[in-house]
């Protein structure tokens, strides 16, 4: 547990951001919220990073302000807030997690905003490409690929409902996109990754809620998931020994983890369990 945490409020480049941190941090992660869900739903994954070491950014997703290139906007943003904390606590990468629209706001930094390399990780938590469609268009998909020493990792669970459609979900991206890493959460609910209560009005009760072990089995994992892979001994290694480190998965989840053309091929039959 670490002892000396602050938290604090702050305006950073126009946007109303919670900084989480122990005394010394010694790396940078944000979280992108669901689309206009509470930040406080992903309390247990801030503590997670905080005793990792890390100073988390929670970044509150309002999809309706602004009205007009929101997603692309707010990416744009999380690169500003991270250069103006890079000044502050000297720090020279970071990473970001988002779940939903979040997630799809996560993976837009990795494709628009990376040039000077200082991304080393991107968690999408069953991303939702959609209003718009951007890498799951069909006809100008954004590219993941060629993105410099980033790894992305991208979960899909059964979300489909009048909201979310499977043809823009984790799975749908990473066919577009075959070196991002994909992990199945398969009968757990779109919310799996949240803590409490998203309120009884949201747009995320029509969401299917998943199967209750299911969701509990894939929370445990995503939690120790985080803890392995956000190590605070990352930031001091090259991404290239990062690459290198294999998720393993805890065995209370039968689900696999897949990459790569071939890959997809070989565990298509027990890894996706036939069509859909």
Not at 37 to 52: A, P
Not at 157 to 184: F, W, Y
Not at 258 to 267: E, H, R, T, Y
Request: with cysteine.
């Amino acid at each position: 547990m670490v002892k000396q945490v602050t938290e604090t409020k702050r305006q950073i480049s126009g946007v109303s951001v919670a900084l989480t941190y122990p005394k010394k941090p010694k790396g940078i992660t944000f979280i992108l919220s669901g689309a206009n869900l509470g930040i406080d739903n992903y309390d247990s994954i801030k503590d997670t990073l905080v005793e990792r070491g890390h100073l988390v950014v929670g970044f509150y997703i309002n999809v309706l302000l602004p009205p007009w290139k929101n997603h692309r906007n707010k990416a744009n943003k999380v690169k500003e807030i991270f250069r103006q904390l890079q000044n502050e606590f000297g720090i020279k990468n970071y990473s970001v997690i988002g779940h939903s629209i979040g997630g799809k706001i996560a993976l837009l930094v990795a494709a628009l905003h990376n040039s000077d390399n200082s991304l080393y990780y991107v968690l999408a938590l069953d991303p939702v490409d959609q209003t718009p469609a951007e890498f799951t268009n069909g006809s100008s998909n954004l590219s993941l690929t060629d993105l410099g020493d980033v790894v992305i990792y991208v979960t899909y669970t059964d979300n489909a409902s009048v909201l979310m459609s499977e043809e823009h979900d984790g799975k749908s991206i990473q066919k577009c996109n075959r070196n991002i890493k994909l992990i199945s959460h398969k009968g757990a609910g779109h919310l799996v990754y949240c803590d409490g209560q998203v309120g009884s009005l949201s747009w995320a009760n029509a969401c299917p809620e998943g199967n209750g072990f299911k969701n509990r089995a894939v929370k445990e994992e995503i939690l120790e998931f985080i803890k392995q892979k956000f190590a605070t001994d990352i930031f001091s290694q090259t991404a290239a020994v990062v690459q290198d480190v294999n998720w393993k998965v805890t065995g209370k989840v039968s689900d696999k983890v897949v990459s790569g053309i071939s890959d997809i091929g070989k565990d298509f039959g027990t890894f996706f369990g036939g069509k859909r």
